[in-house]
Antibody, heavy 113, light 107 residues
Framework: QLVESGGGLVQPGGPLRLSCAVS????????MSWVRQAPGKGLEWVASINQDGSEKSYADSVRGRFTVSRDNSKQSVDLQVNSLGADDTAVYFC????????WGQGTLVIVSS | DIQMTQSPSFLSASVGDRVTITCRASQDIGNYLAWYQQRPGKVPKVLIYAASTLQSGVPSRFSARGSGTDFTLIISSLQPEDFATYYC?????????FGQGTKVEIK
């Protein structure tokens, strides 16, 4: 089970920290990813982190603004999002696996003044 | 950066139809290709990984083939629950890009 939290209404330029709590499988064995979906749009890969946190990858659209991290002792993965713009409004999903085998239900981020 | 292009973006089909969706990568991605189904209002679900391996629990009417740059998802006999949007995704090597999606609607 993956449960995201931290979404909400945020002003343009503001920061937000999204979290994903994992249970039910061996978290330490999985790459973890964040994927977002703007209203009425398709899926967009955002970031991924490897099993021990030593490798991180970002989409060009978020590189330099978003930071992915994980805590294997807490079985959680976070996404720190900064300098938010209207284009960042989306449901943010966390997912587990090279191909995403397990998905959370998503947390909605709305960037608006 | 790599681009994943699906075609068609939209298709209208009837129950029982055979449906084919293609996904083209802008560069060779080997077989690091997954297919997902997303029903309206639901979370995506993986159907296929490694280009052609059916995920456990997925009906056998779903199949896929391809490698390198050209990939295909086939639904052999469309069922009412298959009306959804389908996405391909290159994984394992960044960027883990999704295709733009193919929406399958009822004719």
């Amino acid at each position: 089970q993956l449960v995201e939290s931290g979404g909400g209404l945020v002003q343009p330029g503001g920061p937000l920290r999204l979290s994903c709590a994992v249970s039910g499988f061996n978290f330490r064995n999985y790459w973890m990813s964040w994927v977002r979906q703007a209203p009425g749009k398709g899926l967009e890969w955002v970031a991924s982190i490897n099993q021990d946190g030593s490798e991180k990858s970002y989409a060009d659209s978020v590189r330099g603004r978003f930071t992915v991290s994980r805590d294997n002792s807490k079985q959680s993965v976070d996404l720190q999002v900064n300098s938010l713009g209207a284009d960042d409004t989306a449901v943010y999903f966390c997912g587990a696996g090279y191909y995403i085998d397990f998905w959370g239900q998503g947390t909605l981020v709305i960037v608006s003044s | 950066d790599i681009q994943m292009t699906q075609s068609p973006s939209f298709l209208s089909a009837s129950v029982g139809d055979r449906v084919t969706i293609t996904c083209r990568a802008s560069q060779d991605i080997g077989n690091y290709l997954a297919w997902y189904q997303q029903r309206p209002g639901k979370v995506p679900k993986v159907l296929i990984y490694a280009a052609s391996t059916l995920q456990s629990g997925v009906p056998s009417r779903f199949s896929a083939r391809g490698s390198g740059t050209d990939f295909t998802l086939i639904i052999s006999s469309l069922q009412p629950e298959d009306f959804a949007t389908y996405y391909c995704q290159r994984y394992y090597i960044a960027p883990w890009t999704f295709g733009q999606g193919t929406k399958v609607e009822i004719k």
